[in-house]
């Protein structure tokens, strides 16, 4: 007996230590009721025997193993996505760009060609021009509205790479027809989705094969979350899932995964209340004296057969007389930044992004005019956010 009266052999500290770390409790199946999916922050999940590790490893039993493979939580995010764009199955990343470039990798190999709609998100054309550039894979670059020009340059393609409408100059593309001209000639197409995303355009029902998002934007929606994913079929996203997800190691956390299924719960009223807000500013803009244009697909004539509705990213170009410095200076609600789709409102000049001095791309010009800003409307209110832009325009006024 010790001092306490406890007999020695009994359980000591630590082999009550020991014993609670044993305790598990199972409810795989149900999470417990939960209404809101478990975090399941965990990095390997055991098996509880010999002949159940043997099964997973032969590929008889899918189950967690690991989670830069498989894990639940970012698999009731990736379930979400497929049914929101009406295809199969989905897999989710830990960036847009690993998205693009896991999805990318798994369809092209040395000596292959892609095809891309030009002014692509800059990153996107930048893995293009560097890395796929050294593993000798080059891309042709076309105008997404000239479909001559896409039917002359497919055939032979490994891939055909679409965004629309494109980033900055917000361009939309007939993605049917364009879908359609790659399945004649065989070529697996992808498209990136991100700004109009599955609330208002659903790229698999126009016949594309696979389909892509920067979460880290709307899905998201809340600039909390870096992410990225891809949809289509089970044959096509069992490749990425198998041959390049793996090896590049691109995964979502299952913190982010659960983020973004927080945001998905609110997506089609925030994308209504986006798209309402960012028509709105768009409008007074058109016609306001010291802005020559705005590269809204909102106002132009119909939107492309399947896409149903517009987000609120979209850029205009100003008028000589205006110092676009003091004008993005004076802004109060509309932030100094790149991204979007949370709640605040964004504003990029495009010279900042031109000038970038860092990296391989300096001297590439993105075609975009050096007196065009990019706006993203949040959700603060059209009055206010009106106000803001009203007041910073005639203060930059000369
Ligand atoms: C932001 C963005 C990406 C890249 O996504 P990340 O999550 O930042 O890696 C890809 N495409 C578009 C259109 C984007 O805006």
Known sequence: MNANGAQEDRVGPEDAFAEASMTVVHDEANAYDAVVPPIVQTSLFTFSSYAEMEETYKG?????????????????????????????????????????????????????????????????????????ARLNITVTYVDGKDQDAVTEALPGAALFYMESPTSWIMEPHDVRALATLAQRQGVVSVIDNSWATPIFQRPITLGVDLVLHSASKYLGGHSDVVAGVVAGPHALIDKIRKQTLPYLGGKLSPFDAWLLIRGLRTLPIRMKAHEAAGLDIARRLQTHPKVASVQHPGLGNRLPAGLDGTSSLFSFIFREG??????????????????????????????????????????????IDPRSVRLHVGLEGVEALWNDLKEAIEHASR
């Open 60 to 132: 008889l039993k899918n189950r967690p193993t690991y989670s830069r493979g498989l894990n639940p939580t970012v698999r009731v995010f990736e379930e979400k996505v497929a049914e929101l764009e009406h295809t199969e199955d989905a897999l989710g990343f830990g960036s847009g760009m690993a998205a693009i470039s896991s999805t990318v990798l798994t369809f092209v190999k040395p000596g292959d060609r892609i095809v891309a709609v030009k002014h692509l998100y800059p990153d996107a054309y930048r893995l293009f021009q560097t890395l796929l």
């Open 322 to 367: 205006v110092d676009i410095p003091a004008f993005s200076d004076r802004l109060r609600l509309f932030k100094l930044g790149v991204s979007w789709g949370g709640h605040e409102s964004l504003v990029v000049p495009a010279q900042v992004v031109r000038n970038q001095a860092a990296g391989p791309n300096s001297a590439i010009d993105f075609g």
